[in-house]
């Protein structure tokens, strides 16, 4: 049984930054690819980022790149998302989730069904 639980949400200004967290239990978190992805109200929930099993590449929306980095401690279990320069349409509900690959296509990495695993959320807020 895979669990992921995302923490470091929060209100933050534009402008602002804020590291999200996500903790994996349950699977060998090393060896599979991890995503971040989101949902603002009343949209579809969106790729933001993810990156290989072992941290060797990343891949952005075109939204957050040069913005966001996302990176990995194997040794810890634990996914993160550092957000920069937060603009108020980040605002939405961030998912971490977990794949069943070690390398996801390059040409899609944001397709859900790559995806097997998915945490509860956790709320951003942008202010402007």
């Known amino acids: 049984q895979v669990q992921l639980v995302e923490s470091g949400g929060g209100l933050v200004q534009a402008g602002g930054s804020l590291r999200l967290s996500c903790a994996a239990s349950?699977?060998?978190?090393?060896?599979?690819?991890m995503g971040w992805f989101r949902q603002a109200p009343g949209k579809e929930r969106e790729f933001v980022a993810a990156?290989?099993?072992?941290?060797?590449?990343?891949y952005y929306a075109d939204s957050v790149k040069g913005r966001f980095s996302v990176s990995r401690d194997n040794a810890k279990n634990t996914l993160y998302l550092q957000m920069n320069s937060l603009k108020p349409e980040d605002t939405a509900v961030y998912y971490c989730a977990q794949s069943s690959l070690r390398f996801i296509p390059a040409r899609a990495p944001g397709i859900e069904t790559y995806y097997n695993y998915w945490g509860q959320g956790t709320q951003v807020t942008v202010s402007s």
């Open positions: 990156i290989t099993w072992n941290g060797g590449t990343t």
């Open positions: 349950g699977r060998a978190f090393s060896s599979y690819t």
